[in-house]
């Protein structure tokens, strides 16, 4: 286990069009990596996607000589599409999510009326990893840590003293996420936030997303300690009915992220375009009052 203790190399990419930071986890120029939370560019008035985001990716992987094992995702994301199956082609490594994805898939193949051959048991992705599952990138170990709240599949990811919490918490000074999407529950997330706020406090965790108030530049990587004594929703002190109230009241008031329609119907196919039709071209559905 002494693997545990090594402290991963993290390097992170902030995409100012989704406020995403994807990271890249390895131990240095020649080691094996991890990459989390891939972008695929994507223009929703135009439907044209790009690969900027992820060729910017693959020029640091290239750069220091990394061999891709894993591209993990923290959960199927509402606000960008995922550039994995890009990734896998350019780059190899597997591509790993959440094994709760299929909750996510059942939920969302009925709103957008999937094609029945749509299957429901996760297979699109190359491995379903489950609650506590440890997993190598070359001498590091991963554990997974179910995270639940914001999705009803969200893990984060914990390598060494870094924990990559997806979408639960964001820099202290932003909060938590929303809890509205379908199986999205505050309750739920207030007890993940709990798990992690119970690892040693020197921690390191890192964001999936940063929306940094005026006047204060992008930053996504924070701490235990400083999270405990600062996020201004869950900050010690703060009880359960409180975050409850507060997470509710404020959901009422978010609109629906600018991708979720195209994003989650990509995303829950592992990055993968819907089947063509017959014209060879690739379509995402609009639900009408169904969200
Ligand atoms: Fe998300």
Redesign the pocket.
């Known amino acids: 286990m002494t693997s545990v203790t090594l402290n991963p190399q993290v390097h992170g990419i902030f995409d100012s069009a989704t406020w995403t930071v994807t990271y890249v986890v390895h131990q240095g120029p020649g080691s094996a990596a991890a990459i989390i939370d891939s972008v695929l560019d994507y223009d929703p008035k135009s439907g044209r996607t790009r690969t900027t985001s992820a060729d910017q990716l693959i020029d640091y992987v290239k750069a220091q000589d990394l061999q891709v094992q894993w591209i993990l995702e923290t959960?199927a994301?509402?606000?960008h599409l995922s550039a994995a199956p890009y990734l896998r082609q350019q780059l190899g490594g597997q591509i790993g999510i959440g094994d709760q994805i299929t909750r996510v898939q059942k939920v969302f193949k009925g709103i957008f009326n999937l094609e029945p051959e749509f299957r429901l048991d996760g297979s699109q992705f190359d491995v379903l990893l489950k609650d506590g599952q440890e997993f190598a990138i070359g001498d590091l170990t991963a554990r997974v840590l179910a995270v639940p709240g914001?999705?009803p599949a969200c893990v984060a990811y914990q390598v060494g003293d870094a924990v990559f919490v997806g979408?639960t918490l964001f820099m202290p000074d932003v909060g938590t996420?929303r809890c509205d999407f379908p199986g999205g529950d505050a309750k739920t997330l207030y007890a993940s936030v709990k798990k992690l706020l119970s690892l040693p406090p020197e921690t390191r965790l890192f964001m999936?997303h940063d929306y940094p108030p005026a006047g204060r530049p992008v930053a996504f990587e924070t701490t235990v300690a400083e999270q405990r004594a600062k996020n201004i929703h869950v900050h010690e002190g703060i009880s359960e009915a409180e975050f409850v109230a507060m997470r509710t009241q404020r959901d009422a008031t978010l609109e629906m992220p600018v991708l979720i329609l195209p994003a989650v119907q990509i995303n829950i196919r592992a990055g993968q375009m819907p089947p063509k039709e017959a014209n060879g071209t690739d379509y995402v559905k609009i639900p009408i009052n169904a969200l």
């Open positions: 959960h994301h509402a606000d914001h999705t979408d996420a999936c």
